[in-house]
DNA sequence: CGGTTTTCCGAACGCTGTCAGGATTATCGC
DNA sequence: GCGATAATCCTGACAGCGTTCGGAAAACCG
């Protein structure tokens, strides 16, 4: 973190990094108080009380309410990149959807307002920047091309399996939330959907009842 | 509407009339309110505004912001049990899937704002009251009855079914709203199901690439 | 040290849900 | 129809919200 070299270039930096790391703090007492009391529940106030600050002078970080909303929803989807690149995928077809499956429903499942946040409409008027962005569709390409290797081309498959992860997703944060009532099914619901689009039935020994 | 015919009982109800159709008035202008602006956007002075009131004259019909999101949630949730009352379910399972899932996307397609406030948890501290639940709870038996009638009594092959449901559903609300990107799908998804749970292949020829 | 930029805070605006108290209105028993 | 009663409505207000403005304080620069 904390460089030992004075390098030339760092003395305009320093600034900026003493900024940087402050929006960071906000950024992580942010995840704090909607983690605890629910997305919509964030409230500017409370948020700089958190980081021992007037309210006002998070306006010095952060140029609305929304833009730490979409900081949020940054956040969130480069740790869903970084798990995606952190896994490894098999050249199993089968097994690599079951892979991306269960990287995807328990990174939902760890954390509703996360989940509202990045896959939901929960706030109001709330649209990500384009940076933010960026960031999603660069983790929804990488899913798609995890889905392509393992030879589904077709826009309705890659639908379909959208829906198929997605609705695990929400069942789980919906009607189990801190359980694992739906997060036990995905290989299951892999399963089925492996027979529906390669037409054959896989041998798989982990769905059997 | 209006009955001729003035009852003898019918002169203290005459009260309890008034107060029911402004209470309905006020239930519509809410319905209205929440599909432009968003289920979160509704404010109790606007709604106040659109029914020509005061905004303290709402708590004469509602104690709280709280009660009318709890009246319109067993709006949707009556509305729902109305469709699957009016409809006709096939003895051929296959057949009764596809019904009932048509059901349920297009229902919860029709109208985001309903559909948030029914099956996801988008108002930070509302939960439905004991009678409101008592709705949702009548909808959901519905659904699991058709379910068992098909032959699935396994509570996993159920959770899996409202899972593929409730998906098809986020994902065409969420990325193709007002569109029919994912009700398109309802067939092969339900397809999929079928050979899944049925574990016999069913000839389905819109499945092929 | 002087000058510049960044950060912070006091005050305020219009909005929100909600409560208390009184006035107004509609209904009831007679 | 009249007085009593209950339901309805409004005036006023409180605390909280996101946000803006303008100036003070602090940190940084040469």
Redesign the pocket.
Request: aromatic share 10%; with cysteine.
């Given at each position: 973190m904390t460089s030992t070299i004075p390098a030339d270039t760092g003395?305009?930096d320093?600034?900026r990094d003493?900024?940087d790391a402050?929006k960071r703090e906000i950024l992580d007492a942010a995840w704090q108080m909607v983690r605890a009391d629910g997305l919509n529940a964030?409230?500017?106030?409370?948020l700089a009380r958190a980081v021992d600050?007037?309210?006002?002078?998070l306006?010095?970080?952060f140029?609305?309410?929304?833009a730490v909303y979409d900081h949020l929803f940054a956040d969130g989807n480069h740790e869903l990149l970084t798990r995606f690149e952190q896994i490894e995928i098999s050249d199993d077809p089968h097994q690599a959807l079951c892979t991306i499956a269960r990287l995807f429903v328990t990174f939902a499942a760890e954390d509703q307002a996360r989940y509202e946040l990045l896959f939901q409409r929960t706030i109001p008027d709330f649209e990500p920047s384009p940076e933010s962005y960026a960031v999603a569709t660069e983790v929804f390409s990488r899913g798609r091309s995890v889905l392509t290797a393992a030879g589904l081309g077709d826009d309705a498959d890659f639908d379909l399996w959208t829906a198929l992860v997605a609705g695990l997703a929400s069942q789980q944060l919906a009607n189990d939330p801190g359980g694992d009532r739906y997060i036990r099914l995905i290989d299951a619901a892999v399963a089925m959907f492996a027979e529906h689009v390669f037409g054959k039935v896989v041998p798989n020994p982990d769905t059997k009842a």
């Amino acid at each position: 973190m904390t460089s030992t070299i004075p390098a030339d270039t760092g003395r305009r930096d320093r600034r900026r990094d003493r900024h940087d790391a402050t929006k960071r703090e906000i950024l992580d007492a942010a995840w704090q108080m909607v983690r605890a009391d629910g997305l919509n529940a964030l409230s500017l106030r409370a948020l700089a009380r958190a980081v021992d600050m007037e309210p006002q002078s998070l306006y010095t970080y952060f140029a609305s309410k929304h833009a730490v909303y979409d900081h949020l929803f940054a956040d969130g989807n480069h740790e869903l990149l970084t798990r995606f690149e952190q896994i490894e995928i098999s050249d199993d077809p089968h097994q690599a959807l079951c892979t991306i499956a269960r990287l995807f429903v328990t990174f939902a499942a760890e954390d509703q307002a996360r989940y509202e946040l990045l896959f939901q409409r929960t706030i109001p008027d709330f649209e990500p920047s384009p940076e933010s962005y960026a960031v999603a569709t660069e983790v929804f390409s990488r899913g798609r091309s995890v889905l392509t290797a393992a030879g589904l081309g077709d826009d309705a498959d890659f639908d379909l399996w959208t829906a198929l992860v997605a609705g695990l997703a929400s069942q789980q944060l919906a009607n189990d939330p801190g359980g694992d009532r739906y997060i036990r099914l995905i290989d299951a619901a892999v399963a089925m959907f492996a027979e529906h689009v390669f037409g054959k039935v896989v041998p798989n020994p982990d769905t059997k009842a």
